[in-house]
């Protein structure tokens, strides 16, 4: 049975109690209806202008840092080859951890993103994943994750086995935040994963800003 966490809370993967040779992190959430307006027409209700919600994953060395930001472009660096994960660089060099693809309004139910992490065959030189999502576009959108609902992020071994789950619903201490630190996996010693659920929102729409702090 899935263990469900908490903000704060961690639990290990234990290598030999999950197949983690691919690992599946999914990620959903729905987004609040609005009103319409009074009387009548006040129950009913309409879809928000469409959320695009993008999940990104950083891959950090033993120092907590991302080593490679992909070839420099006009002065930064290109993110191309790198290692981060998102839309325009949807699979890791290494072929280890790839996205699915890009879901742009979290239709559906189940998983609405999907990163892939082989992590039993993921390099030594990769001590941990950070998780991050944003809503692309969402100050210039007006968009925040206060009107994002039942939000969620979990971890699927290889037989299909859900171990592991943190659900965030927004709530008006989102208003304005934009992009949110979601979870991390973290080596363990013997082949083992260590997930936390984190839960940290940032007001700034792109993950950029999130990057920084591993750089």
Request: proline share 2%; charged share 25%; with cysteine.
């Amino acid at each position: 049975m899935a263990v469900s966490l908490k903000k704060g809370q961690g639990v290990s993967l234990k290598k030999n109690e999950y197949d983690l040779s691919k690992v599946t992190i999914g990620l959903g959430w729905d987004v609040n209806e609005e009103k319409t307006g009074g009387g009548l027409l006040g129950f009913l209700s309409k879809k928000p202008k469409e959320y695009d919600l993008d999940v990104v994953a950083f891959l950090l060395n033993e120092n907590g840092k991302v080593n490679d930001l992909g070839p420099i472009e006009n002065g930064h660096p290109s993110l191309k080859n790198g290692d981060v994960v998102y839309f325009n660089n949807l699979k890791h060099f290494s072929g280890q951890i790839w996205l699915t693809g890009d879901n742009r309004d979290g239709a559906g139910s189940g998983d609405d993103e999907q990163i892939i992490v082989n992590l039993n065959s993921l390099s030594d030189k990769y001590t941990k994943v950070v998780f991050v999502v944003q809503i692309y576009k969402g100050k210039s959108n007006n968009q925040d994750f206060s009107k994002v609902q039942n939000a969620f992020i979990r971890a699927v071994d290889a037989r299909g086995s859900e171990m592991t789950r943190f659900d965030l619903s927004g709530d008006s201490s989102y208003a304005n935040h934009c992009s949110i630190t979601f979870a991390e996996l973290a080596r363990e010693d013997g082949g083992s994963w260590k997930f936390t659920a984190i839960g940290t929102p940032h007001e700034e729409d792109s993950f950029v800003y999130s990057l920084k702090k591993y750089i």
